[in-house]
């Protein structure tokens, strides 16, 4: 981080100030979130105003205002935004009481509020700016005009405008906008989710991960690829960010499969694509699995059970495709000496599986995320005790509490931002709007409303992390999926999968962008390489929409029956989308596979058999093929 390195180098009384605040804030930050964790959260909107207003405070301290600025000059804008965080968290804190008990848009609001209001909606804008880019305070910023100036469209888009009290009310004094929802996860069990990353990442178990997965597949055909899908699937199910989860494991893979011989867009496009796969798979899913329950009022479990079926396929997608693109070129795995042996590395890393397992378990027996991701943090601490090299000292276990600040502070920020977008569409009823217009636009049509909504999601999402897409798509969105009949669970389920796509679909894919710049490789190629080798994620949801027994709603035999279809019809689009099986395939080939692929999508039984008479006949032929040529040559 630029901000980091130039604070580093700069040893003024000032920049020494903001390195010590940062410590201090991201300290008592996290112990405030393990008190809270362990003994019960405090009232919500305390809880969620402590939270935002230390990490916006952080995110101006962390991230400058402009990278190319000294840190002294940063400074100087820098440290007075922070106060200013601070001093609003403060003004909330004592106020809090007065707050919370009055009447929403009717109780007194003095002018300390209007103005303290205006002024978080500018920082929470600002901080979202410095972390994640200007795509989303772009979106919130947008909304916000048209929440003024919507009574001037023309119909069907016209809007009752409220008024300006009214809506600086609703953005700063309730807890439906920027303290809302999102927000309030991000209070509650993301921070401890990444909390419990950061904690794996100092005591190595980021290297285990990485040292498993290449015991596991490092050896096989295509080896370092298959190391980075693994190493992904896994790393992702704690960090959840597919950026995050790139330059987590990027930095090792990429250059091992570019050494194997994979060209540098597709070793970047692997690595994008399986990162932005972790966010499919539980427990965190880019914190979107908390967020769903939340909005759905259904046990965080189900998110996750939900999950499951629809991530593998997506596994065995990409898995499947880096072995073809091996074959095809003749990529053998890594040398013996490469590879740690399996199970010393499991000898040396089996304790940080406990406080995994533990995690399930606790959360099988009925504990909430919150007081689960508790105990498994203070499990980790413990067993990672029984070893030299995982063992926290007193100055490791402060990096580790400020480590786990700051890397909340991006997800913190974006809700924050997409709080303002979910206040505007409260405040002017524009969630109800867009069912209207998609039902009208799209003639009843669910297949058409449902192409319309994935086109939504994926533009709302482009250059907008996975959590804060999710939630701004699913507050416009959802109302439309379930008018059309189609079940909770299921609508969002298709609306996080659609906001997921523009993590790695250009132009503005941001798992591309990382993975190009660690591999060198060419941005848009990278990108258009990961959207083929994650077609999965724009195939499934239409599936699930159609048949929820992929989501393992309903009887087992007709979950099972979805799931051997669809991985029957991923293998048959991999093979179609690749060009090859066995040897390579020829155009007519391709075409069969494809047309196979999107047979198995239909939940018919007609055109599943179809699908899976394909698969076997034409892989049968093709192998027979390859073995014949094999014993001529």
Same mark, same amino acid.
């Given at each position: 981080?630029?901000?980091?390195?130039?604070?580093?180098?700069?040893?003024?009384?000032?920049?020494?100030?903001?390195?010590?605040?940062?410590?201090?804030?991201?300290?008592?930050?996290?112990?405030?979130?393990?008190?809270?964790?362990?003994?019960?959260?405090?009232?919500?909107?305390?809880?969620?105003?402590?939270?935002?207003?230390?990490?916006?405070?952080?995110?101006?301290?962390?991230?400058?205002?402009?990278?190319?600025?000294?840190?002294?000059?940063?400074?100087?804008?820098?440290?007075?935004?922070?106060?200013?965080?601070?001093?609003?968290?403060?003004?909330?804190?004592?106020?809090?009481?007065?707050?919370?008990?009055?009447?929403?848009?009717?109780?007194?609001?003095?002018?300390?509020?209007?103005?303290?209001?205006?002024?978080?909606?500018?920082?929470?804008?600002?901080?979202?700016?410095?972390?994640?880019?200007?795509?989303?305070?772009?979106?919130?910023?947008?909304?916000?005009?048209?929440?003024?100036?919507?009574?001037?469209?023309?119909?069907?888009?016209?809007?009752?405008?409220?008024?300006?009290?009214?809506?600086?009310?609703?953005?700063?004094?309730?807890?439906?906008?920027?303290?809302?929802?999102?927000?309030?996860?991000?209070?509650?069990?993301?921070?401890?989710?990444?909390?419990?990353?950061?904690?794996?990442?100092?005591?190595?178990?980021?290297?285990?991960?990485?040292?498993?997965?290449?015991?596991?597949?490092?050896?096989?055909?295509?080896?370092?690829?298959?190391?980075?899908?693994?190493?992904?699937?896994?790393?992702?199910?704690?960090?959840?960010?597919?950026?995050?989860?790139?330059?987590?494991?990027?930095?090792?893979?990429?250059?091992?499969?570019?050494?194997?011989?994979?060209?540098?867009?597709?070793?970047?496009?692997?690595?994008?694509?399986?990162?932005?796969?972790?966010?499919?798979?539980?427990?965190?899913?880019?914190?979107?699995?908390?967020?769903?329950?939340?909005?759905?009022?259904?046990?965080?479990?189900?998110?996750?059970?939900?999950?499951?079926?629809?991530?593998?396929?997506?596994?065995?997608?990409?898995?499947?495709?880096?072995?073809?693109?091996?074959?095809?070129?003749?990529?053998?795995?890594?040398?013996?000496?490469?590879?740690?042996?399996?199970?010393?590395?499991?000898?040396?890393?089996?304790?940080?599986?406990?406080?995994?397992?533990?995690?399930?378990?606790?959360?099988?027996?009925?504990?909430?995320?919150?007081?689960?991701?508790?105990?498994?943090?203070?499990?980790?601490?413990?067993?990672?005790?029984?070893?030299?090299?995982?063992?926290?000292?007193?100055?490791?276990?402060?990096?580790?509490?400020?480590?786990?600040?700051?890397?909340?502070?991006?997800?913190?920020?974006?809700?924050?931002?997409?709080?303002?977008?979910?206040?505007?569409?409260?405040?002017?009823?524009?969630?109800?709007?867009?069912?209207?217009? =998609?039902?009208? !636009?799209? &003639?009843? +049509?669910?297949?058409?409303?449902?192409?319309?909504?994935? #086109?939504?999601? %994926?533009?709302? *999402?482009?250059?907008?992390?996975?959590?804060?897409?999710?939630?701004?798509?699913?507050?416009?969105?959802?109302?439309?999926?379930?008018?059309?009949?189609?079940?909770?669970?299921?609508?969002?389920?298709?609306?996080?999968?659609?906001?997921?796509?523009?993590?790695?679909?250009?132009?503005?894919?941001?798992?591309?962008?990382?993975?190009?710049?660690?591999?060198?490789?060419?941005?848009?190629?990278?990108?258009?390489?990961?959207?083929?080798?994650?077609?999965?994620?724009?195939?499934?949801?239409?599936?699930?929409?159609?048949?929820?027994?992929?989501?393992?709603?309903?009887?087992?035999?007709?979950?099972?029956?979805?799931?051997?279809?669809?991985?029957?019809?991923?293998?048959?689009? =991999?093979?179609? !989308?690749? &060009?090859? +099986?066995?040897?390579?395939?020829?155009?007519?080939?391709? #075409?069969?596979? %494809?047309?196979? *692929?999107?047979?198995?999508?239909?939940?018919?039984?007609?055109?599943?058999?179809?699908?899976?008479?394909?698969?076997?006949?034409?892989?049968?032929?093709?192998?027979?093929?390859?073995?014949?040529?094999?014993?001529?040559?």
């Amino acid at each position: 981080m630029s901000s980091e390195k130039n604070i580093s180098e700069d040893n003024s009384l000032l920049v020494i100030f903001i390195k010590a605040s940062v410590v201090v804030v991201g300290v008592c930050l996290s112990f405030f979130h393990l008190y809270t964790g362990g003994f019960g959260v405090v009232e919500a909107y305390l809880q969620r105003t402590i939270h935002l207003m230390a990490l916006i405070m952080l995110a101006f301290l962390i991230f400058p205002t402009n990278n190319r600025w000294s840190a002294k000059k940063n400074a100087l804008i820098d440290v007075p935004l922070a106060c200013i965080a601070l001093i609003i968290g403060i003004y909330l804190i004592v106020n809090h009481d007065r707050i919370v008990g009055r009447e929403w848009y009717y109780g007194p609001i003095t002018t300390v509020d209007i103005w303290f209001g205006i002024i978080t909606i500018i920082l929470t804008l600002e901080a979202a700016r410095r972390v994640v880019g200007l795509a989303l305070p772009i979106i919130a910023i947008f909304f916000m005009i048209y929440s003024f100036y919507g009574s001037y469209f023309p119909y069907p888009f016209t809007i009752r405008s409220p008024p300006p009290l009214v809506f600086i009310d609703h953005m700063f004094l309730t807890p439906q906008a920027i303290f809302g929802v999102p927000v309030g996860v991000s209070a509650t069990f993301v921070y401890l989710f990444i909390l419990f990353g950061a904690f794996l990442e100092t005591t190595k178990g980021g290297q285990f991960i990485i040292d498993f997965s290449m015991s596991l597949v490092g050896r096989a055909t295509g080896g370092p690829a298959k190391v980075a899908v693994v190493a992904s699937s896994l790393f992702g199910t704690v960090s959840g960010h597919s950026v995050a989860n790139v330059y987590g494991t990027g930095t090792f893979t990429i250059p091992l499969m570019k050494r194997a011989g994979y060209n540098k867009e597709f070793a970047g496009a692997v690595e994008a694509a399986s990162s932005c796969g972790g966010q499919l798979m539980p427990p965190i899913m880019g914190a979107a699995a908390f967020i769903i329950a939340e909005i759905i009022g259904i046990p965080y479990l189900e998110v996750c059970k939900a999950a499951i079926l629809p991530a593998l396929l997506y596994y065995i997608a990409v898995f499947a495709s880096t072995h073809m693109e091996a074959l095809r070129k003749g990529l053998r795995g890594l040398n013996k000496d490469e590879v740690p042996q399996l199970l010393p590395t499991l000898s040396r890393g089996f304790h940080f599986t406990i406080p995994i397992i533990l995690l399930i378990i606790v959360l099988m027996k009925g504990f909430t995320p919150f007081r689960a991701a508790f105990i498994a943090i203070i499990a980790l601490i413990v067993v990672a005790m029984f070893r030299k090299e995982s063992r926290l000292t007193p100055r490791s276990f402060v990096d580790t509490l400020v480590l786990g600040a700051k890397n909340s502070i991006v997800i913190a920020a974006s809700c924050g931002c997409a709080g303002i977008v979910v206040g505007v569409l409260d405040v002017t009823g524009l969630g109800i709007k867009f069912v209207t217009i =998609v039902t009208e !636009l799209s &003639g009843g +049509l669910l297949p058409v409303a449902l192409v319309m909504v994935m #086109i939504s999601c %994926l533009v709302l *999402g482009m250059g907008v992390p996975t959590a804060p897409a999710y939630i701004i798509a699913a507050m416009i969105a959802a109302p439309t999926l379930i008018h059309f009949g189609i079940q909770p669970i299921v609508a969002h389920m298709f609306i996080f999968y659609s906001a997921l796509l523009s993590a790695i679909t250009p132009p503005v894919a941001l798992a591309a962008y990382a993975a190009a710049a660690i591999s060198g490789g060419r941005v848009m190629v990278t990108g258009i390489i990961a959207s083929r080798l994650g077609i999965v994620v724009f195939l499934v949801p239409y599936i699930f929409v159609y048949d929820p027994a992929l989501l393992m709603i309903g009887s087992p035999p007709f979950v099972m029956w979805a799931f051997l279809t669809g991985v029957i019809g991923t293998l048959n689009l =991999v093979f179609a !989308l690749g &060009g090859y +099986l066995f040897s390579r395939l020829i155009w007519w080939q391709r #075409i069969i596979f %494809l047309i196979a *692929g999107l047979c198995t999508i239909v939940p018919q039984i007609t055109t599943d058999i179809i699908g899976l008479g394909i698969f076997v006949v034409f892989g049968w032929m093709n192998y027979r093929k390859s073995r014949e040529v094999a014993t001529v040559s």
